[in-house]
């Protein structure tokens, strides 16, 4: 299984939509669990600032090699058997992008200070 960590992001879509917005469905890595959950935002954020889910992909000596996804663009709601779930659209992942290991460390431990939604 892939590291995937949830970040803020910047989404030049989500900022046209005017997104996030109160009541807003988003999909973020549970910290402990390990698992995608569904979240809601509690106001209207500052806009085009989303959770975007990372997943890493590769780490060749001091290269990282990654893919991005915006967690408002990237979800969407499947009813099943009288049920809501919220699901990632996979095709949506970005290809691959290269950074430094000190880089991906550094969004590693970013905790997202100011642009909680």
Not at 14 to 26: H, N, V, W
Not at 31 to 47: E, I, L, V
Request: hydrophobic residues 35%; glycine residues 8%; positive net charge.
């Amino acid at each position: 299984m892939a590291t995937i960590i949830s970040r803020i992001g910047f989404c030049e879509v989500c900022k046209k939509e005017s997104r996030p917005k109160t009541g807003q469905a988003f999909l973020v890595m549970g910290s402990s669990s390990s698992k995608f959950k569904a979240c809601y935002a509690t106001h209207n954020g500052r806009a085009g600032f989303v959770p975007f889910s990372y997943r890493l992909r590769k780490v060749i000596d001091d290269r990282v090699f990654y893919q991005k996804i915006c967690s408002i663009c990237g979800s969407y709601s499947l009813e099943e058997d009288g049920k809501n779930y919220l699901c990632m659209d996979e095709s949506l992942w970005s290809g691959w992008i290269k950074t430094t290991l000190s880089n991906w460390n550094a969004l590693v431990i970013f905790k997202n200070t100011g642009y909680e939604i």
